[in-house]
């Protein structure tokens, strides 16, 4: 079982992003999947999640309107589209699964424990 989180880079403020988490191993499309990021110096924090269910998405309310999550079941991939960049959304970004969806947002290591598989990380820098 293999995750892999792509698709980040540089991109000024106001631009947007498109990150990519595929699996090898399972279907992603059976899992509540969530984005984490964490910065130099912050603690790693949920972003949003995905259900299984219903694929009801959850965000955390700093990107709320701005970063959408949604599944291509054929491709095997959930993505992570993020518009209206700021600086202060830079981070290294992390898909994971098999964890529990709604998140809290503010319990992020409760979050973070409820996920059972990690993709390696993918670093997203937002310049000003």
């Known amino acids: 079982v293999q995750l892999q989180a792509s698709g980040g880079g540089l991109v000024q403020s106001g631009g947007s992003l498109r990150l990519s988490c595929s699996a090898s191993g399972f279907a992603l499309e059976n899992y509540g999947i969530g984005w984490f990021r964490q910065s130099p110096g912050k603690e790693r924090e949920g972003v949003g999640c995905i259900r299984s269910t219903d694929s009801g998405t959850y965000y955390r309310d700093s990107v709320k309107g701005r970063f959408s999550i949604f599944r291509d079941n054929v491709k095997n991939t959930v993505y992570l589209q993020m518009n209206n960049l700021k600086p202060e959304d830079s981070a290294v970004y992390y898909c994971?699964?098999?964890?529990?969806?709604?998140?809290?947002?503010?319990?992020?290591?409760?979050?973070?424990?409820?996920?059972?598989?990690w993709g390696q990380g993918t670093l997203v820098t937002v310049s000003s």
């Open positions: 994971a699964a098999d964890g529990f969806c709604p998140m809290r947002f503010d319990r992020p290591d409760d979050d973070a424990r409820t996920y059972d598989y």
